[in-house]
Every structure is written in C-alpha cells, then in structure tokens.
C-alpha cells in the first residue's frame, strides 16, 4: 500500500474511533483524540504486516553462513505485528476505560483478534 494511501486508511480509522468519544467530556475527548490516532496507526500497520505474514508465513529458514544447516526462526515482522496488536489492544481499552459508564463500548474491528487467535504456535 502507498504511503497516501495507508496515511488516508489510518485517518479515517481514527475518525471512527474519535466519533465513539462522543460522549466523553472535553478533557477526555482531547486525551482520547491521542490514544484513537496511535490505536489507528497501531491497527492500520498491523493489518498490512498481516497480510505480509499470510502471504509469507511466520518463519524463514536461516542460517549464520554457507557452512552451517539453515533452520526456521520467526521473520521480524511477525513479532512487530504482534506488538503492534498489543498496542492496539490496549490503546482501545485505554479509550473504554475513559467513557462514562452509560456510554457504549468503544467498537473494534475483530479481524486482528481473530487472526492472532488462530496462530499456529
């Protein structure tokens, strides 16, 4: 995805999420605006790391040189991935935590859980 592209995903997943701060008052919503612009960066790369994973698998075989047998060690984007979920993850709870107790729970796309959920370990 181009960088234009990806830049106008994330805005308007942030939209989104600032839209379910309605709710809140001033102080929050100025905090929350923060927490709902890393969430959707956070949500936004992940998904695109994702996609990289399901194309190109968790592992790539590795070895230290010519002399020695490869072995299968996880690629790097598949634990940034994850800590990008874990970011995202939490940023979200921040942001439910923050409304009041008569408001809805802050909505988010499950795709994210779901794929991390059936990792093959």
Do not use: H
């Not at 790539?60 to 790097?76: A, G, I, L, N």
């Not at 923050?98 to 809805?104: D, E, G, R, V």
């Amino acid at each position: 995805m181009d960088k234009k592209a990806k830049l106008k995903k994330i805005e308007e997943y942030e939209k989104s999420l600032i839209s379910q701060c309605a709710e809140m008052d001033e102080k929050r919503r100025e905090i929350a605006k923060g927490i709902c612009r890393v969430a959707a960066f956070s949500y936004i790369e992940a998904l695109e790391l994702m996609d990289d994973i399901l194309e190109n698998g968790w592992v790539e075989m590795f070895s230290q040189s010519e002399k020695t047998e490869p072995y299968e060690r996880e690629r790097p984007v598949s634990g940034i991935m994850l800590r990008l979920f874990e970011k995202y993850t939490k940023s979200i709870s921040q942001l439910n935590n923050m409304l009041p107790s008569s408001a809805a729970a802050i909505k988010s796309d499950d795709s994210l859980s779901a794929f991390i959920a059936s990792r093959k370990d």
